[in-house]
Each structure stands twice: as structure tokens, then as C-alpha cells.
């Protein structure tokens, strides 16, 4: 897999510690299996499950933690519909936001721009983020299992509120795809973090209405998955 270069080489390059990204995903893992604090959101059986929690001393609070399941492809082609260098793809098939590519990097990976809209009475919001290249590991519990984590990073072409809309603050997302035991090469689970802090204006306690409405938009997002690996990847 991509992404095993030494990622102090080029200083374009954001600094992304590997290790401790793993680290905190297991964590999160661990820590939704043991069910303390966790609310469950959106669920579809068979298909998706959600939950949130916060976490008060935290600069950013709010963990909504989502996973896919049955997913009717490997774990490896799913972070291949997911990577950076298939972005271009991505703008064609997911409906849930909007991407724009700010810059390749040399190391796989990309800075891009996501544009949320949200309803009334919140105002959209958007993210830079740098995307990194897929890694792979053998020690998810025991298991195999591909990731891409994300970072929130500044590019001089995207200022924040240059076009009037908010810039939220993202807390170092990621994607971990992980095989199924039965069905590795046709079949995987993804287990997914999306943790925003919105900034700008939001309602007293409405953090976790946001939360609750995302936890929906990424169901949606599962299914823009399906089409996309249908029209462009399932070859």
C-alpha cells in the first residue's frame, strides 16, 4: 500500500504521526465497545450503525463514531473508492458534500476542501483537510485492516470565511476498512470517525442535533458508495 514513505521528507507534506492515529482509533474502538457514554443515532440493520459522545476536555468534543456494514466489496477496494487519488471520481458520486481539490501531494496524499450545507437555521460550514494515503496494518485487534486519516490544515488558497462561510474545525477523522472473516476479497466493514467543532453561530445545545443529522447524512453517504463502486470501480 501507499503511504510507507517517510512523511518528514517533503515539508508540503502535513505532519500525520501514523502510530498515534492508529493508536486513537483503537481507542475509539475499544471504547465504543465498552458502551460508557455512547448514544446510539441513526441505525439500519445489516447496513449502518451510529453513535456520539462527547468529551468534555477534548479541544474538539463531539465523536460521532459510524460504521458500514456488509459492504459488498474488500476492504482494500473500499479505501481505493475512498483515497485521495480517486477524488476526482468522488466529486462525480458523492451527493453528501463538496469537494474540492486544493493540491496533490507527493506522498499520495492531497489538501482538499469540504463545503457542508446546512439547513436552517445553520449557516454551511466548510473544512480544509488533508486527505492522506491509504496505510495498512495487521494489528487492528488482531486483524488486518486499511486506513486514511484526516487532518485539519490551512492552504493559502481557501482563507478562512473569504466567501463568507464558517469554518468549522476538524479533530482527525479516519476510515478504517476491515475484511470480512468469511468473505475478505468480496466483503468488509468500515468503521468511520467524524468529530467537527462547527465554530460560528449554533443554537444553545444544538451540537448534538447536528450530530444526530449527520449520523443520517453518512448513511447516505454508504449508499453514494455503492453507486460509485457500481458505475466506476467495479471492474
Given at each position: 500500500?501507499?503511504?510507507?514513505q ?5 515539508s508540503?507534506?502535513?505532519?500525520l504521526?501514523?502510530?498515534?492515529a492508529w ?7 475499544q ?22 459522545k ?6 474538539v468534543?463531539?465523536?460521532l463514531?459510524?460504521r ?8 482494500e477496494?473500499?479505501?481505493?473508492i ?18 474540492e ?13 469540504s ?7 445553520f449557516?454551511?460550514?466548510?473544512y ?17 485492516a ?6 485539519d490544515?490551512?492552504h ?15 479533530g482527525?477523522?479516519f476510515y478504517?476498512a ?7 476479497g ?12 462547527y ?5 444553545t ?5 447536528v450530530?444526530?443529522?449527520?449520523s ?6 454508504r449508499?453514494c ?7 466506476y470501480?467495479?471492474n
Amino acid at each position: 500500500m501507499e503511504g510507507t514513505q517517510d512523511e518528514y521528507l517533503d515539508s508540503k507534506i502535513p505532519h500525520l504521526d501514523v502510530e498515534n492515529a492508529w493508536k486513537e482509533a483503537r481507542f475509539l474502538k475499544q471504547d465504543l465497545d465498552s458502551g460508557e457514554g455512547w448514544t446510539q443515532r441513526y441505525h439500519v440493520l445489516n447496513e449502518y450503525n451510529s453513535w456520539s459522545k462527547t468529551f468534555a476536555k477534548e479541544v474538539v468534543p463531539v465523536k460521532l463514531l459510524y460504521r458500514f456494514e456488509n459492504l459488498p466489496m474488500s476492504a482494500e477496494k473500499f479505501i481505493d473508492i475512498m483515497s485521495p487519488k480517486k477524488l476526482e471520481l468522488r466529486q462525480k458520486w458523492d451527493k453528501t458534500t463538496t469537494l474540492e481539490i486544493l493540491e496533490k501531494l507527493p506522498n499520495g496524499g492531497c489538501i482538499c476542501r469540504s463545503v457542508l450545507d446546512l439547513s436552517f437555521p445553520f449557516s454551511s460550514r466548510d473544512y480544509v483537510l488533508y486527505f492522506s494515503p491509504p496505510y495498512e496494518t495487521s494489528d487492528w485487534f488482531g486483524r488486518k485492516a486499511f486506513a486514511i486519516f484526516f487532518l485539519d490544515v490551512e492552504h493559502s488558497s481557501r482563507p478562512a470565511e473569504a466567501d463568507g462561510i464558517v469554518r468549522a474545525t476538524n479533530g482527525g477523522n479516519f476510515y478504517v476498512a476491515v475484511p470480512d472473516d468469511d468473505e475478505p476479497g468480496h466483503k468488509c466493514d468500515a468503521f468511520m470517525l467524524s468529530t467537527n467543532k462547527y465554530n460560528g453561530w449554533i443554537p444553545t445545545k444544538s451540537e448534538s442535533m447536528v450530530t444526530k443529522k449527520a449520523s443520517k447524512v453518512f448513511y447516505n453517504l454508504r449508499q453514494c458508495v455503492l453507486n460509485g463502486h457500481s458505475e466506476y470501480f467495479k471492474n
